[in-house]
């Protein structure tokens, strides 16, 4: 077992919390670091970040929701003495032009590949638990998701594929220094092709609407939220309707040496664990 201790932000988070699983099943002692967890550390009180980095030599960051503060993260933990960082990003953010979503993504892309220290940037698709931990899992429970995305299809990736890609990152020093990795799934889907088939799994009758963007954001403040967090999901369905296709890239076979889940087989686990139950 290594002594070096690796440091996991958004530990509770859905990647966080599996890729801590994984190092310390490696071996890996882990510090997990969240503003939930014991080992507290929030983005908004540089103050909690000095005792997190402390005889740290490798992490693994969740940017936060707002650009900036990776820039000051990344300097603090070059003086603390980090060797190296893995950084969760977004899909091909370095083609997202002028569109305001992933803002904070870009500025955390910039902070970590300027530094001296050995980095690597992980490029995840859109996850496929967003359909069962997160904003998507009520309305499919309800029976209808709505979403404005239509027939440019997307390339789901299993996020236990994103949490073995970082934990190997992590843990494999030297071999994954200056790499930004795409991460996909194995093939493309719409969103109303990803719903029949969750559909399918859990025996559940479940439809998808295509809705218009401004309609979206409309939906999302009715339900409770900001005007500006809305309009910031809504912006991600614009950016994905700009493709005309959607590739799959090697990115998962090339750390692991194996292809990526499928969404079938996510679908089915989540369906077995009761995921859309009603």
């Known amino acids: ?35 939930s967890s014991r080992t507290r550390f929030d983005w908004s009180d540089p103050g909690s970040w000095d005792a997190v980095l402390q005889d740290v030599t490798a992490a693994y960051v969740v940017p936060p929701p707002v650009p900036g503060p990776v820039h000051e993260f ?25 569109s305001t979503f992933g803002l904070d993504m870009r500025s955390a892309e910039d902070a970590v590949c300027g530094s001296a220290l050995e980095w690597t940037v992980l490029r995840p698709s859109n996850f496929n638990q967003n359909f069962d ?17 239509g027939a440019v299809p997307e390339t789901f ?29 194995p093939r493309a889907l719409t969103f109303g092709e990803a719903v029949g088939l969750i559909s399918r799994a859990s025996g559940l009758p479940i439809a998808y609407k295509q809705v218009s963007p401004a309609e ?3 939906a999302l403040v009715e339900e409770g939220w900001g005007e500006d967090d809305a309009h910031h999901v809504a912006e991600m369905f614009v950016l994905l309707e700009r493709r005309t296709s959607a590739e799959t890239t090697d990115g998962v076979a090339t750390v692991l040496g194996r292809a990526p889940r499928t969404f079938e087989d996510y679908a089915v686990r989540a369906a077995a664990a009761g995921a859309w139950r009603r």
């Open 1 to 35: 077992m290594s002594n070096d201790t690796t440091l996991v932000l958004g530990a509770t988070g859905k990647t966080g919390r599996r890729v801590a699983a994984r190092l310390r099943l490696h071996g890996t002692q882990v510090r997990a670091a969240s503003r």
């Open 133 to 149: 931990e997160d904003l998507f899992h009520a309305p499919l429970v309800a029976g209808e998701l709505t979403l404005p995305a």
């Open 157 to 185: 990736i299993d996020v236990e594929d994103v949490a073995d890609v970082a934990a190997a990152v992590l843990t494999e020093t030297g071999r994954h220094a200056g790499r930004i990795y795409e991460l996909t799934g």
């Open 216 to 218: 979206y954001t409309a």
């Open 74 to 98: 990344v300097a603090r933990a070059e003086a603390a003495g980090v060797q190296r960082l893995v950084l969760l990003s977004g899909r091909s953010a370095d083609t997202w032009g002028d």
